[in-house]
């Protein structure tokens, strides 16, 4: 382990507290610690800037809440480097590493004492007119809902080329497994182990008593459209930090992508161990 990158939230860590700390400890244990330039000079210590932190670092620590490690794995995501959290959210699912924790967790990253989980990864794309318009990743979950003051919207859902269903509803969710903690699970759709490879499909507030969540392989191909009336206002939105209009006539396409996305781990926990103790806490 040569160089390790720093990522922090927005307004997460007040005056730098736990981002100091970290790169403190890097920096007696001899490691390079990569930060971007807005980061630089509110630390106290000699650390690299970068234009871009994924690209030169082995390593990625960020600061935050779930939302910023969502952020931080996507800017991870293209470079392959692994992705290591520290909780200064409320809930924090994915960020594991809680700040009592911090030196404990650089030591066992500096030793090599740490394992990686290889998380499912959605490819997301819209055709609009036959063309693609828009492409982009999501390693929660890709939804497609109506706009905040639109009416109900009616969206069919096909898979590889074959008709599932029609929802009138506020939307639907596509998620992976490390997505089913999310939106998935607040619009009903079933919690699934993060290590799986499967596609969840959950309509956010049906119409319909009978709509429930269903599973598709990682192998298949799901797209979304707008049925119906032609008046109505759609979002793609991507692990709820992407945005894209979605017009009445665009096919919105779901798929597993070829590559994963790499959550590092410095704790023997039990998924469902931590499932328990985040959602009576929440």
Do not use: W
């Amino acid at each position: 382990m040569k160089k390790v990158g720093i990522v922090i939230g927005k307004n997460k860590d007040i005056n730098y507290i736990y981002t100091n700390q970290i790169a403190e400890k890097l920096l007696e244990r001899g490691v390079e610690v990569i930060v971007a330039p807005a980061i630089k000079d509110s630390l106290n210590t000699d650390v690299t800037e970068t234009d871009s932190v994924y690209r030169d670092s082995d390593f990625i620590i960020c600061v935050g809440g779930d939302g910023t490690f969502l952020k931080a794995a996507r800017g991870a995501f293209p470079y392959k480097k692994p992705l290591l959290g520290v909780n200064k959210g409320t809930v924090g699912f994915l960020a594991e590493v809680e700040t009592g924790e911090i030196d404990m967790a650089i030591d066992k990253i500096v030793a090599g004492q740490y394992h990686i989980q290889p998380r499912m990864v959605l490819d997301v794309e819209v055709i609009r007119n036959g063309k693609s318009v828009y492409k982009n990743i999501a390693i929660n979950d890709a939804v497609v809902s109506r706009m905040a003051l639109s009416r109900i919207i009616r969206l069919k859902v096909m898979m590889d080329g074959e008709f599932v269903d029609s929802y009138a509803s506020d939307g639907v969710i596509v998620s992976t497994p490390t997505g089913s903690t999310g939106y998935s699970l607040s619009a009903g759709g079933p919690i699934v182990a993060p290590d799986m490879r499967l596609m969840l499909v959950s309509p956010i507030c049906p119409h319909i008593l009978y709509s429930r969540s269903f599973i598709i392989a990682d192998t298949k191909t799901i797209t979304i459209s707008i049925a119906g009336s032609k008046e109505v206002d759609a979002i793609l939105t991507l692990d709820g930090q992407e945005g894209f209009p979605i017009e009445p006539n665009d096919i919105v396409s779901v798929r597993a992508s070829k590559d994963s996305v790499f959550f590092a781990t410095v704790k023997q926990v039990n998924f469902y161990d931590v499932l328990r103790a985040k959602i009576h806490n929440t």
